[in-house]
T-cell receptor, first 115, second 111 residues
Framework: ETGVTQTPRHLVMGMTNKKSLKCEQH?????MYWYKQSAKKPLELMFV???????ENNSVPSRFSPECPNSSHLFLHLHTLQPEDSALYLC??????????????FGPGTRLTVL | GQNIDQPTEMTATEGAIVQINCTYQ??????LFWYQQHAGEAPTFLSY????GLEEKGRFSSFLSRSKGYSYLLLKELQMKDSASYLC????????????FGTGTLLAVQP
């Protein structure tokens, strides 16, 4: 595997379900990110992990819970979601979060539908 | 509040030149990115500007004016495969970085 991978690519869940999204980067980067992309809205940065430490949580509801066990893996645990949470969830990585010039490499995303 | 403005849609002809504008209002500025996103795919990095002026990379160039809070992406010799959304993003902040994206400009290249 190369680059940034995400699983699953598609997920349909009910509002009472619990599920997790997985992201893995094979680039040796130290920063990883979760984004939400909804139609007609800007890409929203949800969480930032830099060297496994969470450095940003942009007022994301607690029904989204991130986990970063090491610098290569990032999870987004989902529980009691709402239909408006249906979106494309993108994971990205970069060399680090401190140096602003670092380009981010994105995974293919998980298309989430909440029924 | 922090804000980025881009045109929602643009149309251009194959072989032509197109300029996609981006204006931003942020508390501080540490750099501006352009990303390309084809439908159903992940964004891919195009350019990064932190100093005023023009950065050229093949058919794509990006310009920045920090005093005006303005950037543009210039695409030359347009090809059909350039049909995509172009996302402008600004990294800003003081002690800690913040990052926001514009809504993107959907470019349609016609034959």
């Amino acid at each position: 595997e190369t680059g940034v991978t995400q699983t699953p690519r598609h997920l349909v869940m009910g509002m009472t379900n619990k599920k997790s999204l997985k992201c893995e980067q094979h680039l040796g980067h130290n920063a990883m990110y979760w984004y939400k992309q909804s139609a007609k809205k800007p890409l929203e940065l949800m969480f930032v992990y830099n060297f496994k430490e969470q450095t940003e949580n942009n007022s994301v509801p607690s029904r989204f819970s991130p986990e970063c066990p090491n610098s290569s893996h990032l999870f987004l645990h989902l529980h009691t979601l709402q239909p408006e949470d249906s979106a494309l969830y993108l994971c990205a990585s970069s060399q680090d979060w401190v140096t602003g010039a670092n380009e981010q490499f994105f995974g293919p995303g998980t298309r989430l539908t909440v029924l | 509040g922090q804000n980025i403005d881009q045109p929602t849609e643009m149309t251009a002809t194959e072989g032509a030149i197109v300029q996609i504008n981006c204006t931003y209002q942020t508390s501080g500025f540490n750099g501006l990115f352009w990303y390309q996103q084809h439908a159903g795919e992940a964004p891919t990095f195009l350019s990064y500007n932190v100093l005023d002026g023009l950065e050229e990379k093949g058919r794509f160039s990006s310009f920045l004016s920090r005093s005006k809070g303005y950037s543009y992406l210039l695409l030359k010799e347009l090809q059909m495969k350039d049909s995509a959304s172009y996302l402008c993003a600004v990294i800003y902040g003081g002690a800690t970085n913040k990052l926001i994206f514009g809504t993107g400009t959907l470019l349609a290249v016609q034959p």
